[in-house]
């Protein structure tokens, strides 16, 4: 039997999915290969390792129990502990979403405790979680992308210069992001100048990079991948919403969105879809797993990758787990193969030399 730490909560605006994602994956964890450690990340990022795992009454959200004692310190090069005692774990499932989970920066902290951890590393999730990034590296490996601009924090006449530019290369309706987000915090759609300044406005209380983008009109695609060096799309689901796929539709009211899993869509339009799934996984160097999210274009039907998701949704009923089951991979035998895809990783990693022989 192997120990998985399960990390789940953290410091992100999505620190309430996380209490959801972690339940899915504490509950489904094949018991009879592995036993679930659960350690709490709180708002403030503190770790508590959990010796009596609880939920809500739902039975679906973790909770968070903060003992003094049992804080855990991760320690360079030994591992985890608490207490002054060594925690035994075989290997590490983050299910953080968001800013320090899903952007490297965890990842850094796991590799410097030399400990095996499922999904991408440093660079796919650092690559991954910023949207600009990620794009320029997809459009460098001749994938579609949807067209943007970025506009940085700086003074206010650069922004004005910026934001007339983008009016005049894009026109309205636009989508303003911040460059390092999730769950659409920080999204705002505009339809004029006056609410482009406030959408601008308020992306920069998450990020010091924005994006600004054309509205697309279509169809929204995601696609699951699974893999390391020879990732493989499952078939890929839509996500039909009202304006916009924005946070409360996402998790105040999940009613007002329709996933449709699989999604209806031509032969040559899913095969197309998840090619490009596998070949932008691929390119940010994403490693385990992750969710490629498309427009399909109304008029033209052309496929246009929007983002990716590193640490997606994790639920049972999330879109990735989805789309893994209605494929022939059930949530438990998913978690069981990213856990294989971390282990390999591990061993092909730790035969590696940091200095000359
Ligand atoms: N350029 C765009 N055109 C149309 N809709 C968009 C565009 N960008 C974002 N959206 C809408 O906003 C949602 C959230 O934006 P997204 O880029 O996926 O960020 P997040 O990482 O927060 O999910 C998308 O699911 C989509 O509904
Ligand atoms: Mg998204």
Redesign the pocket.
Known sequence: MKTVAILYGGKSGEHEVSLRSGGAVFSHLDRELYVPLLIAVDHYGVWYLQQNPCFEEDKKTLTIHRNENSIVSVIPGLGLFYNNKKIEVDIVFPVLHGTFGEDGTLQGLLELAGLPYAGSAVLGSALGMDKAMAKQIWIQSDLPVVPFSVVNDKSATHINNSLDLVIEKFGFPLFIKPANA???VGVTKANSRDELEWGVKSGFKYDRKLLIEPAIEGREIECSVIGNSEPVSFLPGEVISGDF?DYDSKYIHPESVKLSVPAHLKDNLKKEIKAKAEKAFLAVGAEGFARV?FFIEKETENILI??I?TLPGFTEISMFAKLCDVSGLPYKDMLTEIIHLAEARFEIKSKLIFRKE
């Open positions: 999730g769950s659409s796929y999210d929007n983002e998701n």
